[in-house]
């Protein structure tokens, strides 16, 4: 009877907690929108830009896929950035500097100043699809962890059907004014993103190595399931962070260590363990297939996919845009509610199966409707899109959340924000190499052909994820390092070499 009324009382608490969890989580995602926004306007909107400014196809690539580049700026800068004033400030720096790129985009008179505006958006990207997982990661409780950092991705597609939503809705103003409308309105999100990010707690981990002990035991208490979840996370924090398990206090102060940055790149590229560099590798594979199957040249080419597969009316070609977004964004919330009860392998294996199978039969519809220019065939039409939003949807429930999520969660704190940032740079990178060549390529090798390509390199990351990424579902950030190899002396001797690192004195408020 005693049992059943604990029972009864700890269960409303674990619901609040998890939704103030939640609501906390959805603020940081919010930033990953801008990214999707821009994502989705760029496939519409570079069909009047390259009309109105008389642009070749080589610059219309490199316009479309150069951000991808640029935010490799935001990410590295936005890991020390995080670390130095926090995980919740650098997502409202990321939004201004998104807003001041998407305004100078919508203002751009010329491909000069339209590329200017691009690097300024870029840079605000890449601090966007940086911290916004950090942070989730870092406040979710472990059983929510994986619904709660699959948020990023969910905004991004969110993003990303705002994107084709606004190429419908202003396509029908002036070449002059259709495309600076669609660009500068993504001021819009990022304002409103700035203003309520305010309502959000800092991250507990980030509070911890501050030496803030109370602020960070207040937002376990209100993010955990129950108080003792609160209190061995707070444990587990400062074990990670090499804070001494009988220090206690309000406040601790943590005196700076010389050269953290030059140590972190030590752990991390230069000369890191077995396992540390297992996890690298994992995570920057994970990111380098994400981007290298081929998804950006269907998001953010889909008019010229569609028109390749015999779509040519603007408003056909838009409209049936928006339904890859629909389809896009409805699967990757199916998504959300799998990560934390199929597990993390399942789905990206089959989420990857599924894109292979796609992309071969997106490559043979396109070849057949390429090899009878002019001629109406009905059947590899519906081929080709029917394979474009099984794609996108095999995409959507594994390999695009997985990204962030199984990154975010797989690094040792102390090189948690810099490890997350190379990740992203992989991703970025590869964005960029698959966005600016896929029209060079097409004519290479034919449009089909670049998707048989694609579908290539997926099969080769199916391999790798098989072989290389085990199952992290349930298990907390700290005890991550067991997967991939580090034994229970090893970890000690990471918390020891902390230790050494820190000189720590407690001061009460």
Not at 191 to 212: D, I, N, Q, T, Y
Not at 395 to 408: D, E, N, R
């Amino acid at each position: 009877m005693a049992s059943a009324k604990l029972a009864e009382a700890v269960e409303p608490r674990k619901k609040s907690n998890v939704k103030y969890a939640s609501f906390c989580a959805i603020l940081a995602s919010m930033a990953s929108i801008i990214l999707g926004y821009d994502i989705g306007v760029m496939s519409g909107a570079g069909i009047y830009i390259k009309k109105d400014l008389k642009i070749t196809d080589v610059q219309l690539e490199i316009l479309m896929g150069i951000l991808n580049v640029y935010s490799l700026i935001g990410s590295f800068a936005a890991g020390r950035t995080s670390d130095w004033i926090g995980r919740r400030f650098t997502v409202v720096f990321a939004a201004a500097i998104f807003f001041v790129g998407a305004l100078l985009m919508g203002f751009a008179v010329d491909y000069a100043m339209l590329m200017v505006g691009r690097f300024v958006a870029g840079v605000g990207v890449g601090y966007a699809v940086m911290i916004a997982p950090v942070y989730t990661a870092e406040i979710a409780p472990a059983a929510a962890r994986g619904f709660l950092t699959s948020l990023p991705e969910v905004f991004i597609n969110i993003g990303i059907l705002l994107g084709y939503v606004s190429n419908y809705a202003f396509a029908r103003l002036s070449l002059h004014l259709s495309w600076r409308v669609m660009l500068g309105i993504g001021a819009v999100p990022s304002a409103l993103l700035a203003l309520l990010v305010f309502a959000m707690p800092e991250s507990p981990r980030w509070l911890v190595m501050k030496g803030r002990l109370a602020d960070a035991r207040a937002v376990l208490e209100r993010t955990c399931d129950t108080p003792e979840e609160a209190a061995e996370r707070l444990a587990d924090i400062k074990a990670a962070a090499g804070i001494p398990k009988d220090l206690d206090g309000d406040v601790v102060t943590v005196p700076k260590e010389r050269n953290v940055e030059s140590q972190v790149w030590k752990e991390l590229i230069l000369s890191p363990t077995p396992a540390v560099r297992r996890i690298l590798l994992s995570a920057v594979g994970l990111h380098f297939f994400q981007q290298a199957s081929g998804i950006d040249s269907v998001v953010l080419y889909s008019p010229r996919v569609f028109r390749s597969a015999g779509i040519t009316d603007e408003n056909k070609l838009l409209g049936t845009t928006c339904a890859v977004g629909v389809t896009k964004t409805l699967f990757i919330l199916v998504a959300t509610f799998l990560l934390d009860r199929a597990g993390r392998r399942p789905l990206l294996l089959t989420s990857t199966g599924g894109m292979i199978i796609s992309l071969v039969g997106l490559g043979t519809g396109l070849t057949v409707v390429g090899q009878h220019p002019g001629a109406k065939i009905p059947w590899a039409v519906a081929l080709c899109i029917l394979s474009i939003l099984a794609y996108v949807s095999f995409f959507s429930i594994g390999l695009g959340p997985m990204a962030s999520v199984y990154t975010s969660e797989i690094f040792p704190l102390r090189v948690r924000a810099m490890g997350f940032a190379v990740g992203v740079a992989s991703n970025r990178v590869t964005s960029g190499v698959i966005s600016m060549t896929f029209l060079s390529l097409s004519k290479a090798i034919t449009i089909g052909g670049s998707f048989f390509l694609y579908s290539g390199i997926a099969g080769l990351a199916w391999v790798f994820f098989f072989t290389r990424l085990p199952e992290t579902r349930g298990r907390t950030l700290e005890e991550m390092g067991r997967l991939f190899g580090m034994e229970d002396s090893d970890m000690a001797e990471e918390e020891s070499a902390a230790a050494k690192h820190k000189v720590v004195e407690m001061r009460t408020n």
